[in-house]
């Protein structure tokens, strides 16, 4: 696993990490594998419309990228069982997980989900403190709670965020929507999922080679460009 290294954002000239999520398909698996995302998601959440189980994930192809597990509100056994058969290297959390829940599935495999809206910087700095010692990433998106909403989250909070942890930004990002918010605030990495889908689970070759070059190409220099 890659180490993480906190601070305010990623370094000036390194391109955001990227991780596609709600991946579905091995042809979707195959083309992050040769565009060199680094990680690829895969939603554990039987409520989603991008379900797939662990069995249908350990049948996929490995490769180069970090595995990470989606969960909302699952039980421990079901998430350490899901990592053991799915092989995962992360496991992200999006329910509301307590800092014990977090340090028992082992706090260098945890993405830890924070939604900014509506919390006072003041709030949000104390999550950010609580959690910190327990996940070696953590995960903005926008909404209260819950899964990924597909919605740009509210950049305020973020613009000059000093996080302990490096961090992914989500929501509703992709070739359209990502030159602006990396404009905005300086993630170590981006989320992506529903803004290269032409269906629920079912990713846009275009879309996705896209997204790659942009970041690829200076992240937030590309502001204003046309892929």
């Given at each position: 696993?890659?180490?993480p290294?906190?601070g305010a954002?990623r370094a000036?000239g390194?391109?955001p990490?990227?991780k ?13 594998h040769?565009?060199g ?5 895969f939603?554990f959440a ?6 797939i ?7 996929l ?6 595995r990470v597990?989606?969960?909302?509100e ?24 307590a800092?014990?829940f977090c ?5 260098e ?7 900014p809206r509506?919390?006072?910087?003041r ?11 327990v996940?070696?990433?953590?995960l ?6 819950g899964?990924g909403?597909?919605k740009?989250?509210d ?9 302990p ?5 989500a ?15 300086s993630?170590?990495?981006v ?12 990713k ?5 080679r896209?997204t790659?070059?942009?970041l ?12």
């Open positions: 696993m890659p180490e290294d906190g954002g000036e390194r391109p990490l990227c596609i999520c709600g991946l579905t398909r091995k042809e979707d698996v195959l083309l992050c040769s565009l995302v680094e990680f690829t998601g939603i039987p409520r989603s419309p991008r379900f189980s662990p069995e249908a994930v350990s049948s192809p490995s490769g180069p990228a970090l597990g989606v969960f909302a699952a039980e421990l056994d079901f998430i350490r069982e899901s990592a053991r058969v799915a092989k995962l290297d992360y496991i992200q959390l999006h329910g509301g997980e800092p014990d340090r028992a599935l082992g706090p495999r945890i993405i830890k989900v924070i939604w509506g919390l006072t910087p709030a949000l700095a104390l999550e950010l403190e609580r959690f910190s010692p996940c070696a990433y953590f903005f998106d926008s909404g209260k709670s899964g909403s597909g740009a989250p950049f305020g909070p973020l613009a000059k965020l000093i996080s942890r490096p961090w992914f930004l929501g509703g990002l992709g070739p359209e929507t990502l030159p602006a918010a990396l404009g905005l605030c993630p170590d990495g989320d992506c999922n529903s803004a290269l889908e032409t269906a629920p689970g079912i846009d070759p275009a879309l996705t896209r790659l070059a942009l690829r190409d200076g992240g937030a220099t590309a502001q204003g460009r046309k892929f």
